[in-house]
């Protein structure tokens, strides 16, 4: 048995019993806490926590101790949409955005999703994993505990299962948490340029029973929106990983109403992500289908200059909302959830605790992940960090640019901030 007890917390934040795997709606605006507690971790679980005068009884011999020094404790960051496993970076379209080309025109001259492809069909698995590691430890410095990670960057059969090896790599090397998707349909490889209908065909009949038969990935994902691919592309996508135990988690309504939550909803999607361009037609499919987690990426709509997804109206329609970075090389150059968590206050209008039980617990449930993570709970995995001393937990998304976080914890271990 090993323990570790972590004394005179400030503020031990995220509480929550046994059982809660999701908030909603006025849910969201609470956070359990209590002050000037300790944390007792068991064997890399949550064993106990309490207020600091009424110390745990027994502990170990060995028990390690760490002082918080009148921190704040929270539940380690759960990423559910990032595509981290990428060659190089794009910063050309990044001064093609500030010239004016907007995202689809950037993608119609070659850019984008295929200038990503064209790089990482030159770059061999190894060097692959080494660089996404690199993101994967900065992700973890800055306080995320688990993350889901897409293919998408291969766009042929081969180069997607290269993608989805190095992300089986990525889950058995990390301490954080790691769930795999596969994104075969993220746009049209080079090859099948005015074919889309075969392209199509590639992805359902040759990769999906391959990626199947290799079991590496938990779930299926499709760019469902305007210029890439449609509702009837996605169900038939959809319907052949279902064969293979793959649930869906779909881009949808990022550029344009194009069907993406409708598509979701049908298909018993676990989230639906992006929601920029999201119509109140959106919201009341969503309320009826309690099981797809509407998910907002603010990283992206603040990168890419774009409207921000309607946040408050979702949360105010009593649905949950969970929070994701969408780090990427083209929209996104940033898995800094804290940064997510202030803009989804500053532009969103979430309050502090809404983003942060976004960002916790609710992006958890969209990686089907909050029965073990997202919230301080007994019998939770241990993945959590200390702050520096902070006023309220308002103070977190409000120093938007402070780094407050001190030490990280996974499965009870302490990690490096040196990524």
């Known amino acids: 048995m090993k323990q570790l007890l972590i004394e005179n917390i400030g503020l031990l934040a995220g509480l929550l019993p046994e059982g809660k795997t999701t908030l909603r709606g006025q849910e969201m605006a609470h956070m359990e806490t209590l002050e000037n507690a300790w944390l007792l971790v068991e064997d890399g679980l949550v064993k106990d926590f309490g207020p600091q005068g009424q110390p745990p009884e027994p502990?170990?011999?060995e028990c390690s101790k760490v002082d918080a020094k009148g921190g704040t404790l929270l539940p380690s960051f759960?990423?559910?949409h990032t595509h981290i496993v990428y060659a190089g970076s794009r910063e050309q379209e990044f001064v093609d955005?500030?010239?004016g080309l907007s995202y689809a025109e950037i993608a119609r001259r070659g850019g984008g999703i295929l200038n990503s492809a064209d790089r990482l069909h030159e770059m061999s698995e190894d060097d692959l994993y080494h660089q996404a590691m690199c993101r994967v430890?900065?992700?973890v410095a800055k306080g995320t505990g688990a993350m889901e990670i897409k293919s998408g960057y291969g766009l042929n059969t081969a180069d997607e299962l290269k993608m989805l090896c190095v992300i089986r790599r990525i889950a058995e090397t990390t301490p954080a948490t790691v769930r795999a998707t596969f994104l075969g349909a993220h746009a049209v490889g080079r090859a099948f340029a005015g074919r889309q209908e075969e392209y199509v065909d590639l992805v359902v009949n040759e990769m999906i029973p391959e990626v199947g038969r290799q079991q590496l990935a938990?779930?299926?994902?499709?760019f469902c929106d305007e210029g890439f691919f449609t509702p009837r592309d996605t169900a038939r996508i959809?319907?052949?990983?279902a064969k293979y135990g793959m649930r869906p988690k779909i881009h949808g309504q990022e550029l344009a109403d194009s069907g993406g939550v409708e598509v979701a909803v049908e298909?018993?999607?676990l989230s639906v992500d992006h929601l920029e361009s999201m119509t109140l037609r959106d919201i009341e499919l969503l309320r009826a289908h309690p099981q797809t987690i509407p998910t907002a990426l603010p990283g992206t709509s603040f990168f890419l200059n774009m409207p921000f997804a309607p946040g408050r109206r979702i949360i105010d329609a009593g649905l949950p909302l969970a929070l994701a970075s969408d780090y990427n090389p083209g929209s996104t150059p940033s898995g800094d959830m804290k940064f997510v968590v202030s803009l989804a206050c500053i532009k969103m209008r979430l309050l502090p605790e809404e983003a942060l039980n976004a960002a916790t617990l609710n992006s958890a449930a969209a990686m089907d992940l909050s029965a073990t993570h997202g919230s301080i709970t007994r019998g939770k995995v241990a993945n959590f960090f200390i702050t520096a001393p902070m006023p309220s937990l308002a103070f977190l998304p409000y120093a938007y640019t402070l780094p407050l976080i001190r030490r990280v914890f996974l499965k009870g271990e302490e990690q490096s901030l040196t990524p």
């Open 78 to 80: 759960c990423d559910s």
């Open 97 to 99: 955005k500030i010239r």
């Open 218 to 222: 938990d779930f299926v994902d499709v």
């Open 267 to 269: 298909h018993n999607a």
């Open 238 to 241: 959809l319907e052949a990983a």
């Open 59 to 61: 502990l170990a011999p």
């Open 137 to 139: 430890r900065e992700m």
